[in-house]
């Protein structure tokens, strides 16, 4: 039951991200009831990064001062409480604070879902229960974008708002570990014996609590199992927000109208989104077969490739290349045609015209696909397993607080990168930083698949 509280919660997390995607469209429309600018829009999208900032920062000692469970129980009340601000919002200002108090769940819930999955599955189930963290979040993007297309946003809102009401339910129905003294007597009996054993829990838990408090934080971030970690989830999460993935979440609709002439931008949107979670339902399969440092490595080259790929190919339709093939190719076999006694149909025409026109949403299908099976889960898959638990909180609030300075500067830079350097400019762009980060994990990215916390640790702690 706890489990299925932290997915809600994901889902919810899921919808929040993918939000402004159907959001800004609707405000910007003629008949909007918010009018908003271009600039105000970036705001809009943005303004979930910042708070998502503070938010990562402080859970770390939120999850240590009120532990795991309570800290998820205490986080879904103001989460809905943000869907409903904004489901009422009457002005601009109002859209700016919701969008502010989700980004602060946001960033306190993702570090805590992590830790907590990772500390209560088995070695060889925690890649799988972690990522499948990642598949929840793609669940509630292409629910947002679904209700986003057939609903006004302020219903959707409204509807968005009940996955954290669910979870703070679930959360009233599991008992809190301070009543693990029950839950002990019921499953082994109040037994004398039976009591002696959960002293014995209690008393070396007391010890490794009083062992760790007496170590300086600052004493145990200079230890090589902290800093090489840190450094490399870091760079890892650096990569991940620079290929571009939420650039594309969040600008979806606006990207893909740009790219596609000849189809609905919102029906694009809509096969991005299906995509991704299929994408995300296989990552699960190939983590659990293969591991985290392959499938890494295989994500992180292919997206690159993609992206390449996209921007030779928004380039080359810029440029009216494309136009020209279809033009040539048409002109040709009309001529073919004249020449031959018997009169054909240029069927060939149409399907090269088919192709050639939706090359743009098969690179970018190809793009979603290769970064959401690795690229996009990975790094919050390390985020919960990396870390030794004394460090844990501090380092995996530390580091997604940094993965949101990225994330923030790329949200609001991204709408200048499309209009100045053009769609594929940008595209290349991050195709260049995925193939330098594709070297740097290749050379220090470690596997965790079947291994214990404590084994990953040892791992950092030997001297490379």
């Keep these: 039951m706890a489990a299925s509280a932290t997915v809600l919660l994901n889902t919810s997390c899921g919808m929040a991200v993918g939000h402004s995607a159907v959001l800004l469209p609707q405000l910007m429309s003629e008949d909007s009831e918010i009018p908003i600018t271009k600039s105000e829009s970036t705001w809009i999208a943005s303004l979930l990064v910042l708070p998502l900032i503070v938010g990562c920062l402080s859970s770390g000692y939120l999850m240590d001062f009120l532990g795991r469970k309570r800290s998820l129980f205490l986080l879904s009340i103001p989460f809905a409480m943000g869907w409903m601000i904004l489901a009422i919002a009457p002005n601009l200002l109002t859209l700016y ?6 980004g602060y769940c946001l960033g306190v819930s993702i570090p805590l879902i992590q830790i907590y999955l990772a500390e209560t599955t088995q070695p060889d189930q925690r890649g799988v229960f972690l990522s499948a963290s990642a598949l929840s979040v793609s669940i509630g993007i292409l629910l947002c974008h679904l209700l986003g297309t057939f609903i006004f946003w302020r219903t959707a809102s409204w509807i968005s708002s009940l996955l954290p009401v669910l979870s703070v339910l679930i959360c009233l129905c599991v008992k809190d570990l301070r009543q693990a003294e029950e839950s002990y007597k019921w499953f082994r009996g109040d037994t004398e014996e039976a009591m002696k054993g959960f002293n014995d829990l209690l008393n070396l838990q007391q010890i490794s609590n009083e062992t760790t408090e007496n170590v300086s934080k600052f004493k145990l971030m ?39 002439t000849t189809m609905d931008e919102y029906f694009s949107t809509m096969i991005i989104d299906v995509v991704r979670l299929a994408s995300s339902i296989f990552s699960i399969f190939l983590l659990k077969r293969y591991g985290s440092r392959k499938i890494s490595l295989i994500s992180v080259i292919g997206t690159s490739l993609s992206l390449f790929l996209l921007a030779i190919c928004l380039g080359s339709a810029d440029t009216d290349i494309i136009d020209d093939v279809i033009n040539n190719s048409t002109e040709y076999l009309n001529r073919t045609n004249d020449m031959t006694t018997e009169s054909t ?14 090359l ?73 930083i995925t193939a330098i980060g594709s070297f740097v994990l290749w050379k220090y990215l470690p596997e965790t698949k079947d291994k214990t916390l404590e084994e990953i640790q040892l791992f950092f702690s030997k001297k490379s």
Aim: charged share 15%; proline share 5%; with cysteine.
């Design 360 to 432: 743009p949403l098969f690179f970018m299908i190809l793009y979603i696909t290769l970064v959401t099976i690795g690229l996009v889960p990975l790094p919050w898959v390390l985020t919960g397993e990396i870390f030794g638990k004394e460090m844990r909180g501090i380092g995996s609030g530390v580091s997604t607080s940094f993965a949101f300075c990225c994330f923030f500067l790329v949200i609001k830079l991204s709408p200048d990168f499309f209009d100045t350097f053009h769609d594929y400019g940008t595209f290349g762009f991050f195709g260049v």
């Design 222 to 260: 200079k230890k090589e199992n902290f800093y090489k970690p840190f450094l490399i989830l870091n760079f890892f999460f650096f990569i991940q927000q620079f290929s571009g993935v939420n650039a594309v979440t969040f600008y979806s609709v606006k990207i893909l109208k740009n790219i596609l």
């Design 97 to 102: 604070a919701a969008r502010l108090l989700k």
């Design 345 to 358: 149909s240029p069927e060939p025409v149409g399907i090269t015209s088919y192709i050639l026109r939706y």
